[in-house]
């Protein structure tokens, strides 16, 4: 592991440990003894889509191993400039389907708010690698039109922030945009789907928790952890507020390939996340995103390591095997029938 220094990891604010993140792949193997892996090709492949890693993150990993399924989750490769069929620039077909203002819904009661284009970590398996957040962004810095839509829709009780990392927002913009949802009457949960509190701990400061346990809406986080090994401390630690104020804490992660996809894994991180006090919820099958399908488990496979988590876990810890479909009314439940038919 990097040592991280305990002096800046007292005294810097999360911005400027965000500010500090590895932007160089060479420098993050160096550091992490591993010079001899370094290509020019993975500078490429960044090029595509950055490469950005939050120093606790990367203090996670274990010196010396390539083959780490941390490191494997940030690093830029060769294999995710080839083009392979089936695997496009905008699987859920989100381009059309967000209304200009932010807004995606495509679900009875519940709408998700891209709030921001801004991730603390590029995970490299990410559906939004190709998403042309450019464009929206003018348009994202007021809420006014979201917020204008969502008043007018009183189907609408749950509101999801998504992103990018709604929580790269800072507390001051967070703060108004809870206020402002506060006062519509028929919105009553608010969920954050946010992997910050993984890859940088520090965000879950004094005033973020404030706001969340101040809050008059039922609140949820979900984050997203993949690996156990990413259940730091710190994160364990920053939660427990949270756990107290009430708030429901929630997990999903991404199905990878020599990442996440064995057993002993999948079940060690079920268990690791109760012990944080999370209930495991989604295990997604991955998005089939244009250079991530390196990282595709198939359908057989994905369901019978579903199918031997369930033998070995409590039905509360078993988290639901889902894809995302486009035009679908919620999330698609992989079903071992369907398999047996194929
Ligand atoms: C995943 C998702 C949701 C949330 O779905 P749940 O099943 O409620 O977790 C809502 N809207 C969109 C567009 C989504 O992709
Ligand atoms: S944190 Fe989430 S949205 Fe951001 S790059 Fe990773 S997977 Fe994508």
């Known amino acids: 592991m990097i040592p991280l220094s305990p002096l800046s990891l007292k005294t810097e604010s999360w ?7 590895y932007c160089q792949v060479k420098a993050l193997l160096a550091d992490l003894e591993l010079s001899e ?3 020019p090709e993975m500078e490429l492949a960044a090029q595509a889509f950055r490469f950005q890693v939050p120093r606790h993150f990367a203090a996670l990993m274990k010196k010396g191993d390539i083959r780490d399924p941390l490191l494997l989750q940030v690093l830029p490769r060769a294999a995710e ?8 620039p905008d699987p859920l077909g989100d381009q059309d389907a967000h209304e200009g203002n932010g807004i995606l819904h495509k679900y009875h009661g519940r709408v998700l708010l891209i709030t921001t284009g801004a991730c603390a970590i590029n995970c490299r398996y990410c559906f939004r690698r190709h998403f042309p957040y450019a464009g929206l962004q003018m348009r994202m810095n007021q809420w006014r039109p979201a917020l204008q839509q969502l008043q007018q829709d009183p189907s609408i009780h749950e509101v999801i922030l998504s992103g990018g990392d709604p929580l790269s927002l800072n507390n001051h913009r967070l703060g108004s945009l809870l206020e402002a949802l506060e006062k519509i009457p028929h919105v009553q949960r608010l969920r954050i789907h946010s992997r910050l509190p993984v890859v940088l701990p520090s965000r879950l400061d ?14 949820s986080l979900v984050v ?12 364990h630690l920053g939660l427990q507020p949270l756990r107290q104020a009430g ?5 999903q992660s991404v199905l990878l390939k020599g990442v996440n996809d064995s057993v002993q894994t999948q079940v060690s991180l079920c268990e690791s996340l109760y012990a944080t006090g999370i209930l495991p919820y989604y295990l997604h099958q991955l998005d089939r995103v244009q250079g991530a399908a390196h990282f595709a488990v198939s359908d ?9 988590m369930e033998q070995q876990l409590p039905g509360y810890l078993l988290p639901r095997l889902v894809r995302e479909t486009q035009g679908a009314r919620s999330k698609q439940t992989l079903l071992r029938s369907q398999n047996q038919k194929k």
Do not use: C, K, M, W
């Open 15 to 21: 911005q400027q440990q965000l500010g500090n993140a």
């Open 206 to 219: 004094p005033p973020l928790i404030r706001l969340l346990a101040d809050t008059s809406l039922a609140t």
């Open 300 to 308: 057989p496979d994905a369901l019978q390591l579903h199918e031997h």
């Open 224 to 235: 997203h952890v993949n690996h156990p090994r990413e259940l730091s401390d710190e994160l």
């Open 247 to 251: 708030i429901t804490l929630l997990n």
């Open 81 to 88: 400039l080839q083009h392979r069929a089936g695997f496009t």
């Open 37 to 39: 892996h370094y290509r």
